[in-house]
């Protein structure tokens, strides 16, 4: 490029070029998100169905491969999901549908999902509230989706022992937490945790990601009034946190 | 045992529907396109309907339409399910009056058979308080 001369003209023409860019880079996004998620669809439905016992006995060891290429899928899921997630974001269009919700039966629903990578892992998994919570202010499916990639991301990091969820009442919020005994943060990386793209090298784990889990779970916060922090302790563990404002 | 028709143009989900739900002791009849799937919406019995929006001929949203215009269909359970899961198409299937609109790659066929089930028992569903940008 030669002569570029900044006038009023050229920074509109720029704005506008870019915001073509954008808006193709969505739609791409798009289109291959739900072509990922066809072939996605037809693995995750017969690998359950087949794991379930619907198509007959198999052995042990058959069972323990196709647990194995059924939790990998579901990985692959929450990463187009994440990647989708992003793209709204970006382009400025992520909405909400927000509902009275029972917080309790979404930690339910989410846990059952993730019972399987659980398992594999041989780690525990255990759900404690205080009694009745109340319901809470929120979107039912995009509080899953940040279950989802906090649990997770503690099965990931977590190589003995397990996951505790929780959910108790603070003050006007319901307050949901995900703790693992992994590998935990060190205090100078939590300040990067939730920007995007971002992936600290959390004590001796090299385990690879895209760092778009945690950002997503902030931004999908943040829109429902609540805030998400995390406590951590190298070779611990860490507790991520969220709150939801109490519905009246 | 109740009737379920499923819309679909894949023919692996088709089987795999199929599978799961008989093994549940449901009768299941299939369509693989919109246009096979409203002559379906005609036949007597069904108590819900399992509806795709990719589809060639009639799409979804189209299907969707005639399925809350015919009389036999117009109070019945629709489940669309897809992947082409933006807000936009989720708005759009519910104000043509979708009962539930669900991401076909977050739902296993044994968590779709309970979804199933519980609309069979109990049809009542909490409507949404509102929906902000």
Request: aromatic share 6%; net charge negative; with cysteine.
């Amino acid at each position: 490029m030669t002569d570029v001369s900044i006038n009023d003209k050229n920074v509109d023409d720029l704005q506008k070029e870019l915001d073509n860019i954008k808006q193709v880079q969505e739609e791409f996004i798009y289109k291959i998100s739900h072509e990922l998620r066809t072939p996605i669809t037809a693995i995750k439905g017969s690998l359950s169905t087949i794991l379930e016992g619907y198509t007959g006995d198999l052995p042990q060891a058959t069972k323990d491969i196709l647990k194995t290429a059924y939790n990998e899928n579901d990985r692959l899921i929450r990463l187009v999901n994440n990647l989708l997630a992003l793209s709204r974001i970006e382009g400025g269009r992520f909405t909400y549908a927000i509902k009275k919700t029972d917080i309790d039966e979404v930690i339910t629903k989410v846990m059952e999902n993730m019972r399987m990578a659980v398992k594999e892992k041989d780690l525990f998994m255990k759900y404690e509230s205080s009694g009745k919570l109340p319901l809470v202010v929120a979107d039912e499916d995009k509080i899953s989706e940040v279950l989802i990639n906090l649990i997770g991301n503690a099965i990931k990091y977590t190589q003995k022992g397990g996951v505790t969820i929780t959910a108790l009442i603070s003050g006007e919020t319901v307050v949901i937490s995900v703790a693992d005994t992994g590998i935990g943060i060190r205090k100078e990386d939590e300040q990067y945790l939730f920007k995007k793209f971002s992936q600290v090298q959390a004590g001796y784990s090299q385990q690879p990601g895209t760092g778009l889990g945690l950002f997503v779970c902030k931004q999908i916060i943040d829109g429902l009034n609540g805030k998400i922090w995390v406590e951590s302790s190298v070779g611990i563990g860490s507790t991520f946190f969220f709150s939801l404002p109490v519905a009246h | 045992m109740a009737k379920i028709l499923i819309i679909e143009d894949d023919p692996l989900i088709v089987k795999i529907y199929t599978t799961r739900l008989s093994a549940d002791g449901f009768e299941v009849v299939s369509a693989e396109n919109g246009e096979e799937g409203l002559k379906l919406i005609e036949q007597d019995g069904i108590n819900l309907i399992v509806l795709d929006l990719m589809m060639p001929r009639i799409d979804g949203f189209g299907l969707l339409e005639k399925i809350r215009a015919t009389e036999k269909t117009k109070d019945l359970p629709v489940l669309v399910y897809s992947n082409l899961a933006q807000e936009e198409e989720v708005t759009r299937v519910k104000n043509l009056g979708a009962t539930e609109f669900i991401v076909k790659a977050n739902i296993s066929p044994t968590e779709m058979v309970n979804k199933i089930k519980g609309y069979l028992t109990n049809k009542s569903q909490e409507p949404e308080v509102q929906s902000i940008q």
